[in-house]
């Protein structure tokens, strides 16, 4: 059974960098794509952005900038950092897998979210 | 950038309801479309993938259908598990949700 796992620190002050990991135990870690999702308390879900195994990624265009996704596959973890923090940061932030489907041997992307961590709220208040 | 609405945003149903959601991009997505149930506290739970495949383990009352830019999320028979927020989600955007509540 696939399970992810994430942690990281839950408050931080104005201009702080935002600091979270995402361990996947269960199932293989090469052939996916691993996500950041966030959610402001009280709205709606906000793609952060992804890795796969070989460390290529893609990013929001809005967060962009200020993001940075890394993937240590000796471990099987994958990291989000966002940096200079403000309140609008504040949020539950969620790792999670893509879903794939096998057709004749080859993998292909759904583009959706199969597998989510258990949620990290972050606060961000001076 | 595709922008994805849902509407109803509130759906007010009784258990055994027939209920149906409605998801609309801004242009052409093909079946690139994934519908999720949220409960408060908890991560979403992927029901639907590509338009209308549904999840392993995810009860056969869930259907889902459209392509193009209209797509919709049947619940043919609503149970008392049912009440949450649906989300759709076109790759990198998610619709605002329709939460879903008792009636």
């Known amino acids: 059974q696939v399970q992810l796992q994430q942690w990281g620190a839950g408050l931080l002050k104005p201009s702080e960098t935002l600091s979270l990991t995402c361990a996947v135990y269960?199932?293989?870690?090469?052939?996916?794509?691993w996500s950041w999702i966030r959610q402001p308390p009280g709205k709606g879900l906000e793609w952060i952005g992804e890795?796969?195994?070989?460390?290529?990624?893609n990013y929001n265009p809005s967060l962009k900038s200020r993001v940075t996704i890394s993937v240590d596959t000796s471990k099987n973890q994958f990291s989000l950092k966002l940096s200079s923090v403000t309140a609008a940061d504040t949020a539950v932030y969620y790792c999670?897998?893509?879903?794939?489907?096998?057709?004749?041997?080859?993998?292909?992307?759904?583009?959706?979210?199969?597998?989510w961590g258990q949620g990290t709220l972050v606060t961000v208040s001076s | 950038d595709i922008q994805m609405t849902q509407s109803p945003s509130t759906l007010s149903a009784s258990v055994g309801d027939r209920v149906t959601i409605t998801c609309r991009a801004s242009?052409?997505?093909?079946?690139?479309l994934a519908w999720y149930q949220q409960k408060p506290g908890k991560a979403p739970k992927l029901l639907i993938y590509?338009?209308?495949s549904l999840e392993s383990g995810v009860p056969s009352r869930f259907s889902g259908s459209g392509s193009g830019t209209e797509f919709t999320l049947t619940i043919s028979s609503l149970q008392p598990d049912d009440f949450a927020t649906y989300y759709c989600q076109h790759r990198s955007t998610f619709g605002p949700g329709t939460k879903v509540d008792i009636k």
């Open positions: 590509k338009a209308s």
């Open positions: 890795i796969n195994h070989s460390g290529s990624t």
């Open positions: 999670a897998r893509e879903r794939i489907t096998m057709v004749r041997g080859v993998i292909i992307r759904t583009y959706s979210f199969d597998y």
């Open positions: 269960g199932g293989s870690f090469s052939g996916y794509y």
């Open positions: 242009q052409s997505i093909s079946s690139w």
